[in-house]
């Protein structure tokens, strides 16, 4: 009697098992169905010209939040922040394209507590950077966290790069080819942002420091961009009252090694938190309102006209 219970028992498993698995299967080829196939750079999309463009409309930028993004060196993959209020969560998304075809976004493998944004890939496509809060002695703290790359190619432990970053000194990293790290000094508290900069010496980090002239003039200067061979610098402005509250500006190195006067990359909307794609073509960005927010892109030839602007009215 027990042998013909257990095997019973081992029937209805496998009857169970025989239900359940065509319809785990089922839903997720419906699932995969829904979510297009993506092939070739910048996740499949179609360029835009000279006026930007909302970036992946309904596959990144949602009626979610979307801010801050990044594209690995080797264009593989493509890094953003979202944002679900319903899900109390701002979390770093990924899409990685494989075999030519991009995956659906999903949370990056080194999430860990909801609060996770402003993804940045080193030029080296080594390490990412990335910003979380903390409760220390009872208060929030922002902290630059990174990850490195480990032998699959994937990303390792999650690791802090020290005092001179936490808790509460930087924001948003933005690193060049050399290591030279240009940051948002965040060191005199919210709402006192500046561009700051972290050199390396000795292969090591040294210290935080305020970028001199001609930066820091605004109100509040923040979310820096570094082109990997320090040739221009582009970042964000903040002037509240004004329309558009938030702009770019652009900064371009001198033949004697100092910066030029920053100009503004004028895109007829908000914009903030800058990323150029590592080809060099394309200006993506952040736009819209506190809390909804998209990610928009646009011929970087926007950026190549201040440039000639600025050649111009210094050559009459």
Request: proline share 7%; net charge negative.
């Amino acid at each position: 009697m027990k042998f013909y219970l257990q095997m019973d028992k081992k029937v209805t498993f496998i009857l169970l098992l025989s239900f359940i698995i065509p319809v785990c299967i089922s839903q997720a080829q419906e699932i995969l169905k829904d979510f297009p196939v993506l092939k070739g750079p910048y996740l499949g999309q179609e360029t835009p010209g000279r006026t930007p463009e909302k970036f992946a409309t309904g596959i990144v930028s949602t009626e979610s939040h979307e801010f801050s993004c990044c594209f690995s060196p080797d264009d593989n993959e493509f890094y953003f922040t979202r944002r679900n209020p319903e899900l109390n969560q701002t979390v770093v998304m990924v899409s990685k394209r494989i075999h030519d075809v991009w995956t659906e976004p999903e949370m990056a493998s080194f999430e860990q507590n909801g609060f996770s944004f402003e993804p940045s890939v080193t030029p080296d496509n080594r390490r990412l950077y990335f910003q979380t809060g903390k409760v220390v002695d009872g208060a929030m703290h922002m902290f630059t966290q990174y990850v490195e790359r480990n032998e699959s190619g994937g990303w390792g432990m999650v690791a802090d790069p020290g005092e001179i970053f936490n808790p509460s000194r930087t924001m948003h990293i933005s690193a060049a080819l050399d290591g030279t790290i240009f940051t948002t000094d965040i060191s005199a508290g919210m709402g006192s942002e500046a561009l700051g900069i972290i050199r390396m010496v000795d292969h090591k980090y040294k210290k935080l420091e305020k970028l001199g002239e001609p930066f820091n003039k605004e109100y509040q200067s923040m979310h820096p961009w570094i082109a990997p061979d320090k040739s221009y610098l582009i970042y964000t402005v903040r002037r509240p009252g004004q329309e558009p509250e938030s702009v770019l500006h652009c900064s371009f190195r001198q033949e004697n090694g100092s910066w030029g006067n920053p100009q503004e990359i004028s895109m007829g909307m908000s914009a903030g938190q800058p990323f150029v794609t590592p080809d060099g073509k394309y200006l993506f960005f952040t736009s819209g309102e506190r809390g909804k927010g998209d990610i928009y892109w646009v011929d970087a030839k926007v950026i190549e006209e201040i440039k000639y602007k600025r050649y111009d009215e210094s050559h009459p």
